[in-house]
């Protein structure tokens, strides 16, 4: 039998060769080609865990810091230790109730598993943190994890420096991945704009972890780690006192105010109002409180400093004299006779003076703020001799203005400002169809029609009045610590912007006398600060806006910008007080405050009383309260929709059987809420050229 | 072992070797699984606490027990060989009585800390029986009766280690049919047990219905083509419907019904995760069996994930491996049961393909030496029990190397001489050993 069977002792040996061969193969195509497997190892075992470093400090111009690190505390829970533990103690520690306890509970292990940590309760408050502290040890499973955030001693300039929040997809992409998912990223403000300064260097750890994810220690020793390098500081020219002052001042308004050291371009303070404690977006009410900010539809958010766009009104007539100055058009000597109106062209633009010689020559005319004076003076530049077409002239008028940095962004280092406008031929060739002269506009001359512009243009277009000629770009900050030629982020705000210099000195002294008579004999008396001379400029501007569907005029914008002191210009300041009525009523105190603060460093105890009254007068425009009601009752119209939770809803119900009206509001959707925004000024101001009446 | 001149006549020394290089591979692998960074590594290997030093006192065991051995005259073990055989029923048997449960099976028996698994020593029994069956005078091995008996003693220890929820250890006795078919068996059964697993794993991956199409296809080309040979002779026809009936009746109902009755949901479970198929429970109960089989271990960490895990692991090393102690998917947990049945990983990810390739080398060079050697015996017995050592060792090998590397469901049998695990390890001795003795006394005829 055995030698009858010999060649089947063959075939046992192929079979056995076989099965290896297939078992080869597979090892050769796991081993050597598949190259997969390696990094999904890695991508199992190697945890690289990135190490956060503070991010760098904002300090004022005195060396204070306005924006700084601190630590709070996170409640983070291991679901898997979490044994017999008095759940009711814990939850009346953190004041949510037992179903939300079990719903986080579950929440966290759906979310990171069992065995890992997961926030449960995130930016403790400190009574809650320090009560935690001490009962910890009850509730194993629980821990309490440190967090850097941010913070801000002086409970100032939010506008300014921005927040910090978790990347979103779109910087993602934006950054080509240069984050990840869970990092924090400046998201406005100074934040944003220095993001790549104040983060620093990030680190990276590998290490390894098992197969629960429980970190095992260093991968190779921690050959491949790199340390974080610390975020850098920065050093800004804000005066944090200054800026208090100014948010102060605000406080019950809507408005701004930006104040620039002329010298350098520096921006003192920057406030917009109605404003916020910025510390109320990082604490661990921020999720309630930026839904509070968000949903008040006078948007506090928005900084209007770089974001509101106003008609100029007479603020502009410095400008408009300068330009016909060096035009030749007029001279300081000629006047003009007003007796309360300026009838040349076919609706007579009105002037809040009357009596004679209140424009008899250009100081007079300046001081007194003259409509009927700067109207002549735009409509001579425009139909300037010298070039025999009006279109040149109005071509150059608005030349001379965007070199005044009107029109166009500026460049300050806080993202998405606005460029305000400055109408030139085009515009008014397509609204006219070529057929325009300078009656058509002739409101430019006084600082309305289309031109619209930011307070931070007012204010540096001043600056450049002070300074005879020249501008730096505004900005906040002067320097980093530290900084090597590799920090090019700053070099543009060192540039000297000769733009204005060919205007001769004399035609600006003439411009700064009349500028300065406002304050000592005109109309800004108001911000006359002893042994200081001040140049200035009231303004008070018409406003219209769409009020469920009408045209509505509203009471006129408070506007004021000055410089002092005229001889050695340290500070500007363009203030702008919506709705507030005429330039030297609110804007004017406004901007004498801050001026005397900054320059001297402090208030005479008499102007305290001055600062509590302007601060305590409420000036929130009326229409508001409407705009917000019928916001919050369109709003809970939707929310009741989708959810058909009468709950909200009814609250409006019953308001609305006091006010009758109201009761047709969800219907009324057909004007949404945001064209009643009342903070963004429609651009296309044409259509409703105003009666002019303005100072 | 010493050299005495007395016992090593003829001892063939390149099986003991092979024996002792695995061993220590073995030991090596499982402390390169189980070591972990600052142990005490003279405590660790004396201490008999950790799974290394335990093997390594089953590798000592295993050489006294082999010295012993070869120290037997070898007409011991033909003449008891039936004896071994009832008492290794009896051990299986026992079983069900006298059993611990651990880790969801039921064929353990405890001594003390020592566990013993009937069913892994059995087949030192069963290889002797079957030798001695087929080596009797009056065994006509052409006889269907002798082929049922032989059969017969190689199946009812993998019934009984059914019973006892271990299919990975009844699947070894299937091994034994290639001794049988060494001896003499048809090669159509090896054939059609072939044709009949290609069959089964073609009923899972293809639709039912597309199935029985290509079936019926298959089965009139094949008419198509045979036509002038079932002119000749009409029975031809009939033998072609016959077994087309019976593969569609295989392909419709058999099958079926095995999965739905006959195997557990997690071992239906396992069998879809290998060819790549989700597997739906067929009721609530069967996904409740399916996850309290589960119960314990993370979320996806089934079959599946083992697999993967193992997959990952053995692909990472890449062509020259990690080193010792360096690989990070077995050094943390990620392959589970990597000191016993997944024991092929960590040497994957320590020494990748070329570490990979030694070991078969060394495997495939074991089974030629055994080949060789039962070819070289003159009596029937040896070569029948050597070719039983050859065909179980195979077996283990392939059906575990190829489940870590993703080409077998997830089985649990140990990796020959490697895995973690002394009844395996001394099972596999013994066998090794038996046929070290059998081989010295090649030069007696008569047993």
């Known amino acids: 039998m055995s030698v009858f069977n010999q060649s089947r002792s063959n ?25 997969k497997y390696q990094k999904l190892a890695m991508d199992n075992a190697v945890y690289p865990k990135r190490i956060y470093p503070n991010r760098g400090i904002i300090y004022d111009r005195k060396g204070k810091a306005i924006l700084n690190n601190t630590i709070m505390y996170d409640l983070t829970v291991t679901p898997s230790q979490v044994k017999n533990i008095d759940t009711l103690e814990l939850c009346s520690f953190l004041e949510i109730d037992t ?9 966290a292990r759906f979310k990171n598993g069992p065995v890992r940590p997961t926030v449960f309760e995130d930016l403790l408050p400190p009574a809650m943190q320090a009560k935690l502290e001490e009962n910890i040890y009850k509730f194993p499973g629980f821990t309490l994890v440190e967090r850097p955030v941010r913070v801000y001693p002086f409970n100032a300039a939010a506008h300014i420096m921005g927040y910090v929040g978790e990347v979103d997809s779109n910087i993602l992409k934006r950054e080509n991945f240069f984050y990840q998912l869970g990092d924090y990223v400046g998201r406005s403000g100074l934040e ?37 390098v610390a975020g850098r500081n920065m050093r800004s020219y804000i005066d944090v006192e200054v800026q208090q002052l100014a948010e102060k001042l605000l406080k019950g308004k809507v408005g701004a105010v930006v104040a620039i050291e002329p010298k350098t371009g520096g921006i003192i303070a920057m406030a917009s109002g109605p404003g916020f404690d910025p510390n109320e977006l990082t604490g661990p009410y921020k999720q309630k409180n930026f839904n509070r900010l968000f949903l008040d539809v006078s ?7 770089i974001k509101g766009q106003y008609a100029a009104g007479s603020t502009y007539k410095p400008l408009g004299a300068l330009i016909a100055l060096d035009e030749g058009v007029i001279t300081p000597a000629n006047g003009i006779g007003c007796t309360g109106a300026y009838y040349s062209c076919r609706r007579p633009v009105r002037c809040t003076e009357h009596w004679a010689g209140h424009a008899s020559n250009l100081r007079l005319a300046i001081a007194h703020s003259c409509n009927s004076f700067f109207s002549n003076t735009f409509r001579l530049t425009v139909d300037n001799p010298k070039y025999n077409d009006n279109r040149i002239g109005l071509q150059k008028w608005s030349e001379y203005l965007n070199a005044f940095g009107l029109g166009h962004r500026l460049g300050v280092d806080l993202p998405s400002e606005d460029g305000g406008n400055i109408p030139d031929t085009t515009d008014y060739n397509k609204e006219y169809r070529g057929s325009w002269n300078s009656c058509t506009m002739v409101t430019l001359g006084i600082g309305q029609d289309k031109m619209l512009v930011t307070p931070l243009q007012m204010a540096n277009s001043l600056c450049i009045v002070a300074n005879k000629g020249y501008y730096y770009i505004p900005h906040f900050i002067n320097r980093i610590d530290g900084e090597t030629k590799e920090d090019t982020v700053l070099n543009k705000y060192r540039i000297k912007h000769e733009v204005l210099s060919h205007i001769s000195d004399e035609d600006y002294e003439t411009v700064h006398s009349g500028m300065q008579d406002v304050v000592d004999a005109g109309t800004g008396r ?29 009471k006129d914008n408070s506007m004021f910008v000055s410089f002092a002191p005229r001889e050695n210009p340290k500070i500007v300041v363009a203030v702008v007080v919506q709705n507030a009525g005429f330039g030297a009523t609110w804007a004017g105190p406004i901007a004498a405050l801050i001026m005397e603060k900054y320059l001297n460093d402090t208030l005479r105890t008499e102007r305290l009383k001055e600062v509590e009254r302007v601060s305590n007068a409420n000036l929130m425009p009326g229409y508001l309260v409407r705009a917000q009601y019928r916001a919050d009752s369109i709003r809970a119209y939707n929310w009741f929709k989708i959810t058909k939770d009468t709950s909200v809803i009814k609250k409006y119900i019953k308001k609305a059987g006091v006010k009758s009206d109201t009761s047709q509001l969800p219907q009324d959707r057909k004007a949404p809420v945001v064209k009643n925004n009342p903070l963004i000024k429609p651009k296309d101001t044409s259509k409703f050229r105003p009666k002019s009446r303005i100072t | 072992m010493e050299h005495n001149p007395a016992i090593s006549k003829g001892i063939d020394w390149v099986l003991v070797w092979i024996f002792i290089v695995l061993t220590s591979v073995g030991v090596l692998s499982i402390f390169a699984a189980t070591y972990r960074e600052g142990d005490d590594l003279i405590q660790g290997f004396f201490s008999l606490k950790t799974d290394y030093s335990k093997q390594l006192l089953y590798f000592g065991i295993a050489g006294i027990l082999g010295t012993f051995i070869l120290l037997t005259d070898s007409k011991f073990f033909t003449a008891t ?10 051990l299986l048997l026992l079983v069900f009585p006298f059993h611990t449960s651990v880790k969801g099976t039921n064929s353990i028996i405890k001594f003390g800390s020592f566990n013993l698994q009937p069913a892994e020593l059995c087949k030192v029994f069963v290889n002797l029986a079957l030798a001695k069956y087929l080596s009797r005078v009056e065994t006509d091995f052409k006889k269907t009766r002798s082929q049922l008996v032989a059969s017969a003693i190689a199946i009812v220890p993998a019934i009984l280690a059914v019973m006892q929820s271990e299919t990975g250890l009844a699947l070894v006795y299937f091994s034994f049919f290639l001794v049988m078919f060494r001896e003499g ?15 089964v794993v073609a009923t899972l991956l293809i639709e039912p219905n597309i199935l029985a199409v290509i079936l019926t296809v298959v089965a009139l080309l094949t008419i198509y083509f045979l036509r002038r040979q079932i002119k000749r002779r009409r029975q031809l026809l009939f033998y072609i419907v016959t077994i087309w009936a019976f593969c569609v009746g295989v392909q419709r109902f058999a099958v079926p019904f095995m999965f739905d009755q006959v195997f557990q949901p997690y071992q239906v479970k396992r069998i879809y995760d290998t060819i790549g198929k989700d597997y739906v429970p067929k009721d609530a109960s069967a996904a409740l069996e399916i996850e ?15 697999v993967k895990q193992s997959k990952i692991a053995i692909g990472s090393g890449r062509i020259l491996g990690k080193g010792l102690l360096s690989g990070t998917q077995t050094r943390y947990d990620f392959v589970p049961e990597q000191r016993t049945d997944f024991i092929f990983c960590t040497i994957g990810e320590g020494f990748g393909f070329v570490g990979s390739m030694v070991l078969m080398g060394i495997y495939f060079l074991l089974l030629m030496r055994i080949v060789s050697i039962a070819e070289r015996q003159r009596s029937v017995f040896s070569r029948c029990y050597a070719y039983g050592v050859a065909s179980v060792i195979f077996l283990h090998i392939a059906i575990n190397i190829c489940m870590t590397i993703g080409l077998a469901p997830v089985i649990g049998i140990p990796l020959p001489f490697i895995s973690y695990g002394g009844t395996a390890l001394l099972s596999f001795s013994v066998l090794l050993f038996i046929l070290i003795r059998l081989d010295a006394d090649r030069q007696m005829v008569l047993r």
């Open chain 1, 11 to 35: 075939i046992i040996r192929l079979i056995f060769i076989g099965v290896f061969l297939v078992i080869v193969i597979q090892l050769f195509n796991l081993q050597v080609i598949s190259g």
């Open chain 1, 99 to 107: 179903a939300e306890f079990r719903k986080r509970i579950n929440d």
């Open chain 1, 192 to 228: 944003q704009r220095y993001e790549k300064v104040l983060m620093g260097q990030r680190g990276m750890n590998f290490l390894i972890k098992d197969n629960k994810n429980r970190i095992q220690g260093p991968y190779e020793k921690g050959m491949y780690d790199t340390p974080a």
């Open chain 1, 299 to 305: 948007s506090p958010l928005l900084n209007r400093a």
């Open chain 1, 526 to 554: 108001v911000a006359r600060i002893p042994g200081i001379n001040i140049c200035a400029k009231t303004g008070t501007a018409e406003n219209y806006l769409m009020i469920e569907g009408k045209r509505t005029q509203l």
């Open chain 2, 81 to 90: 060989a039936n004896l071994w055989y009832a008492f290794g029923i009896l």
């Open chain 2, 185 to 199: 068996l048809p090669a159509a059964i090896l054939i059609v047990g072939f044709s009949l697993a290609v069959l």
């Open chain 2, 292 to 306: 309290q089989k589960n119960k314990g271990k993370k979320k996806g960490e089934t079959g599946n994930y083992n």
